[in-house]
């Protein structure tokens, strides 16, 4: 898979009755799910192949770490940080509502870029204290001797380039809220089927998740699609591309 910014998510569902995982990656102009079971990252190497060296879009789950380029999803490391605020540990929601108030700063910058009020550049200008002043915060949970910070501190810190890949690279949003997005049909779904019966009905429901989701993302009508589809079949024609819209 060659699309150079991709955000990828997954979320567990079962197959036969024992666990497995529904996957999504998401390009701009095309959707993949696939369900398999396991969460390894061996599923993303099938996925991506061996040589992909784009940036993904996700949380922090450590399969993702094998692909090099991330971006880390701050919706996910908000919810975290006010997890800390939420505590009892009056050192643990201090370093909270610290990281919390450059977190909203990144956010309100973010939104101004999206809209086009500020460029990127302008962004990456005013972002640069906001980096700092974040940075500094984990080194202090880091070496706070508090093991309800330490371990937390140390993973983003070390990995703390993995937080600003949207400052540098065009196409990268600083959340994964495209890949939640499209989940979220997968999710009801879930719910009221109770996953799959076989290995089939699982080929099934991650073909038509997938034409689901590209058709809107193209805005692209579903049913004309699938009527094209059933003709091409009923006619030993190939199967209309999803990959561009025609």
Same mark, same amino acid.
């Given at each position: ?30 959707t *993949? ?13 099938? %996925? #991506?192949?061996?040589? @992909? /060296? =784009? ?14 380029r ?7 490391l ?28 990144l ?8 809209d ?6 302008? *962004? ?13 915060? %984990? #080194?202090?949970?880091? @070496? /706070? =001797?508090?093991?309800?910070l ?5 993973e ?12 540098d ?29 076989s ?16 058709c ?17 079949? @009923? ?12």
């Open positions: 898979m060659d699309s150079l910014v991709l955000g990828a998510d997954e979320t567990p569902t079962k197959q036969a009755g024992q666990k497995a995982w529904l996957w999504t990656i998401v390009a701009s102009t095309f *993949l799910f696939t369900m398999r079971g396991s969460r390894a990252a061996t599923v993303l190497t099938e %996925l #991506l192949g061996e040589t @992909f /060296s =784009g940036v993904v879009m996700c949380d922090r789950a450590k399969m993702y770490w094998q692909l090099g991330l971006q880390w999803c701050w919706a996910h908000k919810r975290d940080f006010q997890a800390l605020i939420d505590s009892s540990d009056h050192q643990v929601k201090r370093l909270g509502h610290d990281l919390m108030r450059p977190t909203k700063r956010f309100r910058e973010w939104a101004r870029c999206r086009g009020t500020i460029t990127r550049r302008t *962004l990456k200008r005013r972002l640069t204290p906001v980096r700092r002043e974040i940075e500094h915060l %984990l #080194l202090r949970g880091l @070496f /706070s =001797g508090n093991p309800k330490i371990g937390m501190c140390r983003l810190y070390d990995h703390r380039q993995w937080l600003w890949t949207f400052l690279q065009d196409g990268v949003d600083p959340t994964n809220n495209l890949s939640e997005r499209s989940l979220r049909h997968a999710v009801i779904w879930r719910k009221l089927s109770f996953g799959t019966q290995a089939a009905g699982s080929r099934f429901v991650e073909t038509t998740l997938t034409v689901i989701e590209t809107r993302q193209q805005s692209r009508d579903l049913f004309t699609y699938l009527t094209d589809a059933v003709d091409a079949h @009923f006619r030993s024609q190939p199967s209309p591309s999803l990959i561009t819209k025609p």
